[in-house]
């Protein structure tokens, strides 16, 4: 549990970005004057003395010029970068209790102060003030709960005609949103997508069409949070058109200008299409397909991440129309992209972090594209992505293997309910990857196991299979899974189902006829089922077995969206 809310809160921090001095100048003025503050970072006595006596000259401050001095002290106090952040680039904060925004946050008064600046002031006044309140609200829950209350001159703020006040509101606006659920409705209430939406979709200032895209896809975050208010806030046309801006840059040396565009732009598609499918649906007809395709140029995990999440949460929609695969499938340069993405999770060289999470994102896009009708699957084959997910079965850590797992198990999987291909269970189930998906069996990922079970099941139900999934040591693993302590119930009564029907006392006394590995499982000696089974529950599985295995999801791959 601590681990969990140790990851839930880094996410939230993730989701907010501070906004640093070094970076690119909007306050009035700025400039040789605005150097940072010599106000030591910290809590220490000094800073805090330091920091009290600002406030208090804010907040009795006699002349404009002087009020207007000591807030840009403490903006500059607020936002000095801990290390430089790369040209043209925000930093996201790396906060902590004993940040100098958490500092200011606890300081009574302090808050108040500056609402009432960012209330009363003049317009440098206000965007100094709006630019702390920004920083703070970047912070813990409980600074930004000292922030919300501003909400009301942000949102009024959009619709002004100061442009650098308008970035500012909607850089604290995305902060706010980025907290948490309640924030997020508070916003809505008080008006704020409208606004946003219409800078996003008519602003002429880069820096404003951008960070109101990173603004719109924190406000859609949760799964609580419906799209279509987004969809009927006409986000569809400006969406797809930034995302479209790429073509005019890809023969062009200055495509990395668009890259931070199509960032933003890439995060709200993946956050809405999580939605309900009016919302997906309302998108891909709007031509989101092809502008999410045409940004696969860009070698980043930052962008592929996004990209790629968004595709498989299309796919993964019950009853798509087979037009939208298509789209993807028709594109031969994405799709030999997105294969050198996913081999690229079998490398020799270190697997950081963040190359991994680009992979395992890839792998469940794959995962729901193999769920496609039988020529969208050859398709697949064609392309090299089914190898692909092969080698990643074999070679890949574990967390991308068990998402190649459930790939593989949708790609043999007959999608008109005929239990599974055998051609393709023959592409697909050589030793080797029945090897990898026995060792998932008894890996902690209950899901995983689940996928890796019933793809044993397709291979023990053909005459032959028994004795072929035994030389993968499928046996062994299954009596270990049914005396495993502290696993899944359902598992283990299916893992004993099998392992008595297959491995009784029977087994072994009569010749079994042997299964090649020549390319994978000898079809002569595989006769799969022609009865109507659903591809996602393998033949032979008892009613008690059905019933369990769809009380707990078992047969339904391809069908959860990767939610924010």
Known sequence: ??????????????????????????????????????????????????????????????????????????????????????????????NS?????????????AIPSLIKCLADGNDEQQLEAAWCLTNVAGGEHEDALMVIGAAPYFIAHLAGNNKPMQEQALWAIGNLAGDCQEFRERLYKNGALLPMVELFKSSKVIEIVSTSAWALSNLARGVGTPGMPFIQAGICEPLVKSLMSTQKYIDNASINDNKQLVLECCWIACTLVAKEGECVHA???????????????????????????????????????????????????????????????????????????MVKEAAWCASSMMAGNVAQKAQLSQQGIVNAMLTLMSGAISDVRNEAASAIYNYVC???GQGADPERVKEALSEEVLTSFVAVLTGPNIEAARVALDVLHIALSQPGGATYVERCGGMEALDNLIYMNGHDETLKEKAAFLSDTYYGDDYGLEDEEMPTDQGGIDIGTFSFPTNSQSPNRPANVPFWAQQQQAAQGLDVPGSHSHNL
């Open 1 to 94: 549990m601590v681990d969990i809310r140790r990851s839930k809160r880094s996410k939230i921090l993730m989701a907010k970005r501070m906004k640093l001095s070094s970076a690119t100048q909007t306050t009035t003025n700025a400039g040789a004057n605005d150097a940072p503050m010599s106000l030591e970072r910290g809590p220490s006595l000094a800073t805090r003395e330091a920091v009290l006596e600002l406030l208090k000259d804010i907040g009795a401050a006699g002349s404009s010029k002087k009020l207007t001095h000591c807030l840009k002290r403490l903006r500059q106090f607020l936002s000095a970068p801990q290390k430089p952040p790369s040209h043209g680039e925000s930093a996201f904060l790396d």
């Open 97 to 109: 209790r004993d940040a100098p925004t958490h500092e200011v946050a606890m300081i009574p008064g």
């Open 283 to 357: 998108l891909v007809s709007n031509g989101l397909l092809p502008a999410l395709l045409v940004n696969s140029v860009y070698e980043d995990f930052k962008v592929l991440i996004p990209l790629n999440r968004a595709l498989g949460n299309i796919f993964s929609l019950s009853r798509i129309p087979p037009e939208w695969l298509d789209c993807v499938l028709s594109d031969t340069m994405f799709l030999s992209r997105f294969r050198n993405v996913l081999l690229s999770g079998c490398s020799q060289q270190q697997f950081w972090e963040a190359s991994h999470s």
């Open 414 to 416: 007959d999608p008109n």
